[in-house]
């Protein structure tokens, strides 16, 4: 018969291990780590410094470094790490992992987390997680190759591309000094999806270490429930530096959109679109921000906001996007601006389709473009049901400060 002392010291090991134990049960297996290396612990074959699993963004500039680094992980030997130096080129640069998923995912909610620290930042480190149909990037990795060359191998042009975005969430954060902290974004993964990508980086000078990343599957949280009056949108004035907004910038030299205390409609601050004529390929330029759209479904919506111009060539507007399972649909344009122009409001009405995913509250120009363009006290608003009628989706006249 076993001893006392073998009782004692069975029961001594079982109570070490229940924190581990209750830790892990509540998820079951869609709470385990569904990430590839997520501590950044084993390297590339055949590479002096890149971990396996993961991806670096490709700007071709000089001024950003990335490297793996074992001076001070956050557990075990090793981070990675992103240096940057310049903001000439208005990138986002970052480290990513891309997971392949099926109808497991459907009707669940995606949760990424990771460990970041902040080292000299001046600009805004992020995290985020997108949830895509993508079928390139789905042949990419089954054939092992990039993304660009799984889409030459399916005869894809580059306009062509099929991916849809169904999923999309970011944290961005400015402190410039940090040490290790644990940053979580969420996002609802629709019918569909077959693609999750997470990611980790800077827009800014400055460095941001990475460790400890974690991708679990669990329960879907009910969808958003929006009041039915009032703004929808988080700092709409712009007085928290726009850290809740989507800055939207094409990439072209010099061209950056920045808070800016000295012109202000409210409050102290807005955003500035500034140095933006460096571009040939015409794109949009602007902030946004993304709503999960399901509970919008249905609504009666109307975007606006406040645009001051200086010599600005080439035209302002809101505007509203919205992803759906079939594809980007949009707003019209509503009234646009030019030229120079004190302190003008202007917005546009629109229906939410009834397959919406994300809504994106668009403020913006159509870029390359010349002058400046401040904005200020944006707004997204539930007017009531969709009217079906095009001719409530016009905008509200302009009227000035």
Do not use: C
């Not at 992103?82 to 109808?103: C, D, K, M, Y």
């Amino acid at each position: 018969m076993p001893s006392s002392k073998w009782f004692r010291a069975l029961a001594a090991l079982v109570l070490m291990l229940l924190p581990a134990l209750a830790f892990a049960a509540p998820g079951g297996a869609d709470a385990k780590n569904l990430l590839l290396n997520p501590g950044f612990e084993r390297g590339l074959a055949g590479h002096e410094w890149m971990p396996a699993n993961w991806d670096t963004s490709d700007a071709g500039i000089s001024t950003v470094f990335f490297g793996r680094d074992s001076l001070a992980a956050h557990s075990g030997r090793y981070a990675v790490t992103i240096a940057n130096t310049s903001t000439v080129w208005p990138f986002a640069h970052n480290w990513r992992q891309v997971l392949i998923v099926g109808r497991e995912a459907w009707g669940k909610d995606a949760v990424f987390s990771i460990w970041t620290r902040d080292i000299g930042v001046s600009g805004r480190a992020y995290v985020m997680i997108q949830a895509y149909r993508d079928t390139v990037s789905r042949m990419a990795v089954i054939w092992g190759v990039d993304r660009d060359e799984a889409r030459q191998r399916m005869m894809i042009n580059a306009i062509d591309d099929p991916i849809q975005n169904l999923g999309w969430k970011r944290l961005a954060f400015d402190d410039p000094e940090t040490g290790w902290v644990r940053r979580e974004v969420r996002v609802h993964v629709p019918d569909g999806v077959n693609a999750i990508y997470v990611r980790a980086g800077l827009v800014g000078t400055g460095q941001v270490m990475l460790d400890d990343a974690s991708l679990t599957l669990v329960p879907a949280a009910p969808a958003r429930q929006y009041a039915a009056s009032g703004n929808l949108l988080t700092d709409p004035g712009f007085e928290n530096g726009a850290l809740d907004w989507e800055i939207v910038v094409p990439p072209y030299e010099g061209a950056h959109i920045d808070a800016d205390t000295t012109e202000h409609h409210t409050g102290h601050a807005s955003v500035l679109l500034a140095d933006m004529s460096q571009g040939f390929t015409p794109s949009r330029m602007g902030v946004a921000q993304v709503l999960d759209a399901r509970s919008l479904r249905g609504k009666h919506v109307r975007m606006s906001g406040w645009f001051k111009g200086d010599s600005l060539i080439t035209t302002a507007l809101a505007k509203i996007l919205v992803d759906t399972p079939h594809g980007l649909k949009q707003s019209p344009a509503g009234e646009l601006l030019s030229g120079s122009f004190d302190w003008t409001y202007n917005s546009i009405e629109y229906d939410v389709p009834a397959d919406a995913v994300n809504l994106w509250a668009y403020l913006m120009i159509n870029a390359p473009a010349s002058g400046r363009l401040w904005l200020d006290d944006a707004s997204l608003e539930v007017l009531g049901p969709a009217t079906g009628d095009a001719q409530a989706a016009r905008p509200t006249p302009s009227k000035h400060h």
